[in-house]
C-alpha cells in the first residue's frame, strides 16, 4: 500500500475575503470607502498572506471601478506602515485601530473635507476596527 498525503486546500476564506473586499470597496460615506476597507485591510494582514493579496486584487478592481483613487492610495500607504511596523516588531494588534485612525486625519484633511467630516470618518473607523479586530482568530 501506498501512502499518499495530500495537503488541503481551505478556499472560503479567501473567497469570503474576495468578496467582502469587493463589495466593501464599493460602499461610499462622503466619497470614501475607507471606514470600511481599512478595518478588512488589518484583518486580511494579520491572518495570511493569501488573504492580503485576495483583499488587495479585489480591492483595486473596485476602486478602479469606481475611480477612488485616493482610497487606493491610502491603503497602499497603510500598508506599507503595517510592513514596516511588521518589520521592526512594534506591531501591536489591539492598536491599530487608533494608529490607522490618527494617520487617516491627514490624508483626509489634504483631500480637503470639513472638520465634521473628518471626525465622523475617525469614529467610524475606529468604531469598524474595533468590531472587526474580534474576527480574528
Given at each position: 500500500?501506498?501512502?499518499?498525503?495530500?495537503?488541503?486546500?481551505?478556499?472560503?476564506?479567501?473567497?469570503?475575503?474576495?468578496v467582502?473586499?469587493?463589495?466593501?470597496?464599493?460602499i461610499?460615506?462622503?466619497q470614501?470607502?475607507?471606514?470600511?476597507?481599512?478595518?478588512?485591510?488589518?484583518?486580511?494582514?494579520?491572518?495570511?498572506?493569501?488573504?492580503?493579496?485576495?483583499?488587495?486584487?479585489?480591492?483595486?478592481?473596485?476602486?478602479?471601478?469606481?475611480?477612488?483613487?485616493?482610497?487606493?492610495?491610502?491603503?497602499?500607504?497603510?500598508?506599507?506602515?503595517?510592513?514596516?511596523?511588521?518589520?521592526?516588531?512594534?506591531?501591536?494588534?489591539?492598536?491599530?485601530?487608533?494608529l490607522?485612525?490618527?494617520?487617516?486625519?491627514?490624508?483626509?484633511?489634504?483631500?480637503?473635507?470639513?472638520y465634521?467630516?473628518?471626525?465622523?470618518?475617525?469614529?467610524?473607523?475606529?468604531?469598524?476596527c474595533?468590531?472587526?479586530?474580534?474576527?480574528?482568530?
Amino acid at each position: 500500500m501506498d501512502l499518499v498525503l495530500t495537503k488541503k486546500v481551505d478556499y472560503l476564506i479567501p473567497g469570503c475575503m474576495f468578496v467582502g473586499g469587493f463589495v466593501l470597496s464599493l460602499i461610499q460615506i462622503n466619497q470614501t470607502s475607507l471606514p470600511f476597507v481599512l478595518p478588512l485591510l488589518i484583518i486580511s494582514f494579520c491572518s495570511s498572506h493569501m488573504n492580503l493579496i485576495v483583499f488587495l486584487i479585489a480591492s483595486t478592481i473596485a476602486l478602479f471601478l469606481t475611480e477612488q483613487i485616493f482610497t487606493m492610495i491610502v491603503i497602499y500607504t497603510f500598508l506599507c506602515i503595517l510592513f514596516v511596523l511588521n518589520c521592526f516588531k512594534v506591531m501591536k494588534t489591539r492598536n491599530l485601530p487608533i494608529l490607522f485612525s490618527v494617520l487617516l486625519i491627514p490624508f483626509l484633511y489634504i483631500n480637503q473635507y470639513a472638520y465634521i467630516e473628518i471626525l465622523f470618518l475617525f469614529i467610524l473607523t475606529v468604531i469598524n476596527c474595533y468590531f472587526y479586530l474580534e474576527l480574528l482568530p
